[in-house]
């Protein structure tokens, strides 16, 4: 029988029921969930310390070269690839400079040169996003690799950008282990990429203002050599060795000009000669219009500039930069840098420091130009006003005196107060005319002997030696500076016609030699004798008039009322 409230009888065989069976196979399960879900936690946890180590790492210095490689070696380390590489950007979209890790020491100077940006380097320029391959060399893009080159499978690319531009892109290869980088690499990468770009901004920004520094003392250094007193040779020079040093570059050049012909000079070079001649360089149309349009320019090879001969230019100087010497609306002259083919082209934030270090240095060199055209005017006016006191004061006194002893010596009776009268009349004389010239010595100082103020003395000194005449001879303004060289010929040949015309015919003791340089130079031969006699070949003041006319001037020639005669020949200095 069984009873009613239970079923049947179980005997003693019968084990726990199915449900507890399935109950512990599922927590055995959930278990196992758990646990996995715990190693993805700490995978998670240890990718993400990594990625944070990685980002500190790329993060830890400010120095740029340093930096671009703490960036590939994070990145290799964080994805576990073999190799990695950052191609940072030209201006063009090609790859400047590309900076790799995993190599093996002596395999990089196997393969050539550094990428440019072909192939499948070259997609990740043309579509800036990131690229994860199984096997790189199935990607249409890809052209193979050069000779000596180890095997690469997988591939795994991201760009960096730094503000709204790409600085460069991330590649790595070769997945360590054999197999293929994951989405959570690309994630982690693309992560550091961002972490990158401004870690090279801070970067770049720090090397900039250093490199601002670095020019801010150089143009310091300009100026001290400008207030020194240094030539402009010298200065120039310094320019041209300071851009060398600030650039990198294997060569620097000043060309002074251009001039009437389109031809420059050479101011001042520094590092590898380029075979410039001193004078009548020819440039290329590009340097001109650096000159013409006061902007700079920046070309492939240095026959962009130069057109002096394309032989003489060394064949490995490549990348060149051209800015101009501006000061205000002058270009007095084009600086030119150059580095050597393969070398790494001028990026656009070194030429504003270039261009400014150039107009600064141009703007010291025209500053010290009108102070020394400044200075000698004002040497000038004071000689003009110490040459005119002498005259006014000294030399008229002396003569007073002089003509005070000689009708005293008339008044003597003894023959020995006679003589020593004559004699101290005679010292007067002499002290005069040293005294004058000692005058026009001072004017004539700067010229080196060779100064119109010491050329008119020289030639009527010339003329009135032995006469009996005694001359005087003033000057007015800074004829030394702006009587031009074409006219000094001329000047000296209405001087000598003048003054001898009053030597010989005019019968007076005096002739005063005026010269005036205002807008005209005005020369006047005044003398005190009875004037030229009628009868008197008149084909030297012919001569002067025709000399004056074809200057765009004027002669006149007429009786003094007092008596004598005076000669004025005027041409005018500023004659377009």
Do not use: C
Not at 24 to 31: H, V, Y
Not at 127 to 155: I, K, Q, T, Y
């Amino acid at each position: 029988m069984t009873r009613p409230d239970r079923g049947p009888d179980r005997g003693p065989e019968e084990g726990p029921p199915v449900s507890g069976v399935l109950a512990g196979l599922r927590l055995d399960e959930l278990l196992g969930e758990v646990q996995e879900r715990l190693g993805q936690i700490v995978a998670a946890r240890d990718r993400m310390q990594s990625l944070l180590d990685a980002v500190l790492a790329v993060g830890a210095g400010l120095e740029l070269e340093a930096t671009l490689r703490r960036i590939v070696q994070s990145a290799v380390d964080l994805v576990d690839a073999r190799y990695g590489a950052l191609g940072v950007l030209a201006p063009d979209g090609s790859i400047s400079r590309f900076i790799d890790v995993g190599l093996q020491p002596g395999v990089r100077e196997t393969l050539g040169p550094p990428p440019t940006g072909k192939g499948l380097l070259g997609q990740l320029i043309l579509d800036p996003e990131p690229l994860r391959l199984a096997d790189l060399s199935a990607h249409p893009a890809s052209v193979g690799f050069p000779p000596n080159h180890p095997p690469m499978h997988s591939f795994l690319g991201v760009p960096v950008r730094v503000r709204d531009s790409i600085y460069g892109n991330l590649y790595l290869t070769e997945k360590v282990g054999g197999g293929e980088f994951t989405a959570d690499d690309e994630v982690m990468l693309h992560a550091l990429a961002a972490a990158a770009g401004i870690a090279v901004q801070n970067a770049d920004l720090f090397e900039q203002g250093r490199q601002r520094q670095h020019w801010l003392e150089a143009l310091g250094e300009v100026r001290s050599e400008v207030l020194a007193g240094a030539s402009d040779e010298e200065v120039l020079q310094l320019v041209a060795v300071r851009t060398l040093e600030l650039t990198a570059s294997a060569a620097a050049v000043v060309l002074l000009g251009p001039d009437e012909d389109g031809l420059y000079e050479l101011g001042g070079d520094a590092g590898e000669s380029l075979g410039l001649p001193a004078t009548g360089i020819r440039a290329g149309s590009d340097l001109d219009e650096v000159a013409e349009s006061r902007s700079p320019l920046l070309a492939g090879s240095p026959a962009a500039f130069l057109d002096h001969g394309a032989d003489s230019v060394p064949p490995n100087l490549g990348p060149s930069v051209a800015v101009p010497m501006r000061s205000g609306e002058r270009v007095i002259g084009v600086l030119v840098a150059l580095r050597r083919v393969g070398g790494e082209p001028y990026r656009p934030t070194e030429v504003p420091l270039v261009t400014s270090f150039a107009e600064q240095a141009a703007l010291a060199l025209e500053i010290a130009e009108k102070t020394r055209a400044q200075r000698q005017l004002d040497v000038l006016a004071d000689r003009d006003r110490i040459a005119r006191d002498l005259h006014d004061h000294v030399i008229q006194r002396l003569f007073a005196t002089g003509l005070k002893l000689q009708s005293t010596m008339r008044r003597a009776v003894r023959s020995d107060v006679q003589d020593r009268v004559r004699q101290a009349v005679d010292e007067l004389d002499e002290t005069v005319r040293e005294i004058r010239t000692a005058i026009f010595d001072l004017h004539g100082a700067d010229q080196g002997g060779g100064g119109v103020r010491r050329r008119l003395l020289d030639t009527v000194d010339e003329i009135v030696a032995g006469s009996a005449m005694t001359p005087s001879i003033r000057t007015s303004g800074p004829v030394d500076t702006l009587v031009p060289a074409e006219l000094v010929p001329h000047l000296l040949a209405a001087v000598r016609e003048g003054t001898t015309n009053a030597v010989r015919h005019s019968g007076g003791r005096t002739v005063t030699v005026t010269l005036e340089a205002g807008a005209d130079l005005v020369l006047q031969i005044v003398d005190d004798g009875t004037g030229m006699p009628s009868d008197v070949a008149r084909s030297g003041l012919h001569n002067l008039a025709e000399r004056a006319e074809e200057l765009g001037g004027t002669l006149e020639v007429r009786r003094r009322p007092g008596g004598g005669t005076r000669l004025a020949w005027r041409v005018p200095l500023d004659r377009g």
